[in-house]
């Protein structure tokens, strides 16, 4: 297809034509998100997501090729063609429904705290978070940034790369709270049990789903059926239960 910056030439462009001559389906993700992607030691990438996008590229008999990218500038890599697809934990949210495609939400949760030990000794429930004398983390151009300045405009906020670099101000007592999503934090949680308290009631709704260019309805009516598909063939519950219920 003839593909300029964000946009298409004309409506009959998909990102199909581009995966099928070359074979490949490229997929933006930012790893470092537990446990949707992550990066092993020897540098592979593996995940629910990844292991979605995997089935995903051998439903169109091509090639999974992973591209790691700063979550800051994800939008702009798959606007201007750096890759096919995001899959990579995204909340559908109006402001990027603005700029991308989504397909059907895949999965449901909402965002949570963890808090220092100290933090969750003193306050009642998250709500309670909402004072100046507290300090909140979260990652910078997320749904829990976003989540952190509406629910606790009080409070003071300061906003990391990533979200280790974030979640380690409060392990460390820098902060006192980290706003983030329910399954990352429960699993940080688990993983780490002395040094922060996972408040799991979750104060949000956040649906997550796959990004496209926008007018690529092609590509858009391929991904709702194929997820579809999945969800009722028992591929989605085994890789689902293979990363959340192990
Ligand atoms: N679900 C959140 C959002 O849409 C966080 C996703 C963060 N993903 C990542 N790789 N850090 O903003």
């Given at each position: 297809g003839s593909m300029l910056g964000g946009g298409f030439a004309n409506a009959a462009d998909s990102a199909i034509d581009n995966i099928l001559?070359?074979?490949?389906?490229?997929?933006?993700?930012?790893?470092?998100?537990?446990?949707?992607?992550?990066?092993?030691?020897?540098?592979?990438?593996?995940?629910?997501?990844?292991?979605?996008?995997?089935?995903?590229?051998?439903?169109?008999?091509?090639?999974?090729?992973?591209?790691?990218?700063a979550w800051d500038g994800i939008i702009p890599a798959l606007q201007?063609?750096?890759?096919?697809?995001?899959?990579?934990?995204?909340?559908?949210?109006?402001?990027?429904?603005?700029?991308?495609?989504?397909?059907?939400?895949?999965?449901?949760m909402g965002q949570t705290v963890l808090v220092t030990p100290e933090v969750a000794s003193k306050i009642k429930d998250y709500r309670d978070l909402n004072d100046p004398k507290f300090r909140l983390v979260s990652q910078i151009g997320t749904t829990g940034a976003i989540a952190a300045k509406k629910y606790f405009p009080n409070?003071?906020?300061?906003?990391?790369?990533?979200?280790?670099?974030?979640?380690?101000?409060?392990?460390?007592?820098?902060?006192?709270?980290?706003?983030?999503?329910?399954?990352?934090?429960?699993?940080?949680?688990?993983?780490?049990?002395?040094?922060?308290?996972?408040?799991?009631?979750?104060?949000?709704?956040?649906?997550?789903?796959?990004?496209i260019r926008q007018n690529d309805v092609n590509f858009l009516n391929f991904l709702n059926n194929y997820l579809v598909q999945i969800k009722k063939d028992?591929?989605?519950?085994?890789?689902?239960?293979k990363w959340f219920n192990s």
């Open positions: 001559s070359t074979g490949e389906l490229k997929v933006c993700f930012e790893a470092g998100y537990i446990p949707f992607e992550m990066k092993t030691k020897d540098g592979r990438f593996i995940g629910f997501d990844i292991d979605i996008s995997k089935h995903m590229a051998r439903s169109m008999g091509v090639k999974f090729v992973p591209v790691n990218t201007t063609g750096k890759c096919d697809i995001i899959n990579g934990g995204m909340g559908i949210t109006p402001e990027r429904n603005l700029k991308v495609l989504f397909a059907d939400t895949y999965l449901e409070a003071q906020l300061d906003l990391f790369e990533t979200s280790a670099d974030s979640v380690l101000q409060v392990k460390n007592g820098k902060a006192d709270a980290f706003v983030y999503d329910l399954p990352y934090n429960a699993m940080y949680a688990a993983q780490n049990k002395e040094g922060v308290v996972h408040l799991d009631e979750a104060f949000t709704y956040e649906p997550l789903g796959w990004a028992g591929t989605y519950d085994r890789i689902y239960d």
